[in-house]
């Protein structure tokens, strides 16, 4: 049975998520960015959207610069807010990882996974695997994502950035290498600039060149073990398997509120949905949680939060909601601005082997 890998890529992740919950900036230039507070100006461009990008805007260029390139645009700069994006991709990655064999998340906007079992290894189901997985997404979250389908890691990721964005890329064994061979060498998963630059002394410009090249001469320049890797990506033999990480260390849901409100009770009823489904797939994990803890987006975007540790895990949510409705009367009695979105999120999680039922110790 032939192995079926895949990456998913969310595209421009944190300035996707902005224009989903702001629709009026989707065609205008978004960064977001991370801003360090010394100067109105200083920090750099965590993201950005395609319009922006297409002006010279890209990650990690300072905000002045941004700005200066941006001049005389309509272009929007969003402050980065991390618990909004984890919590988003928190969701995302809980579709892919309920349609597939395996996920192994590698970022807050992208994870391999394998399909080999849920495929038969058949690349045509598998493509239609990802084709209801990119749906699944967008239907649940309004986000475009890219996917790569391969025989290894490396096919999976290099067809995914291939696809990008919003679209799907299938390279089957037989299909690999017409797909690498054509492509600069500097376009291989884990070649730098400086790798191909020492490529291309030894007469290496292509992945075909790199495929073709004798081991000995990989060797003598850059040793064994990475002659051996350079040799298994150019010819997409490696088999390096995907694995599922360390589980998560928390699980969160957040909202966008109907209406901007500091009305505790309102904000509870309108987080009832969320705290329900936070709560069944709590019980479905067998995760019991010792911290729950409000968070608030205020309308000038600042984040709020408030927190209660217990004493031994808690192994069911429902028997928390006075402490929440608690904290969210804290946290919008302290805050100077009205909530535009509002969450909840449980931390120090345990196992089931590990918890003890809040009810016993009343």
Do not use: W
Request: glycine share 8%; aromatic share 4%; net charge negative.
């Amino acid at each position: 049975m032939d192995r079926v890998i895949g990456h998913v890529d969310l595209d421009y992740f944190y300035a996707q998520v902005e224009e989903v919950e702001n629709p009026s900036i989707k065609d205008k230039p978004v960064l977001v960015c991370v801003f360090s507070g010394r100067t109105e100006d200083s920090g750099v461009v965590g993201t950005a959207n395609y319009p922006a990008r297409e002006l010279g805007i890209g990650s990690g260029m300072p905000i002045a610069l941004a700005k200066r390139r941006l001049e005389g645009t309509d272009a929007v700069l969003i402050p980065m807010h991390h618990e909004k994006y984890e919590a988003v991709s928190e969701k995302v990655m809980d579709i892919v990882r309920e349609r597939v064999d395996v996920l192994e998340q590698t970022g807050i906007d992208e994870a391999f996974f394998e399909v080999t079992k849920a495929s038969a290894g058949d690349y045509s189901n598998a493509r239609s695997l990802a084709v209801e997985i990119r749906k699944a997404i967008l239907a649940s979250e309004g986000l475009t994502a890219s996917i790569g389908l391969g025989r290894s890691r490396i096919v999976a990721k290099m067809a995914s950035d291939s696809a990008k964005p919003n679209g799907l890329a299938v390279v089957a064994p037989g299909e690999t290498e017409g797909f690498l061979d054509p492509l600069p060498v500097i376009k291989l998963y884990g070649v730098g600039p400086k790798t191909a630059q020492a490529l291309a002394e030894i007469g290496v410009r292509t992945i075909g060149d790199l495929a073709a090249i004798e081991a000995a001469k990989l060797e003598k320049r850059f040793g064994v073990k990475t002659a051996v890797y350079l040799h298994e990506a150019a010819t997409g033999t490696d088999d390096e398997p995907v694995a599922e990480r360390q589980g998560a260390t928390q699980f969160s849901r957040i909202i966008t509120l109907k209406m901007d409100t500091r009305d505790a009770d309102q904000v509870l009823d309108e987080l009832t949905p969320a705290l329900d489904d936070l709560r069944s797939r709590l019980l479905s994990k067998g995760v019991s949680f010792r911290t729950l803890s409000a968070m608030g987006i205020l309308t000038d975007l600042t984040i709020k939060t408030r927190s209660r540790t217990y004493e031994v895990p808690i192994d069911d949510l429902s028997a928390c909601r006075d402490d929440m409705q608690g904290l969210l009367r804290d946290l919008t009695g302290s805050a100077s601005k009205e909530l535009r979105r509002a969450g909840i999120r449980v931390s120090s999680l345990s196992t089931r082997a590990d918890q003890t039922s809040l009810t016993q110790f009343q």
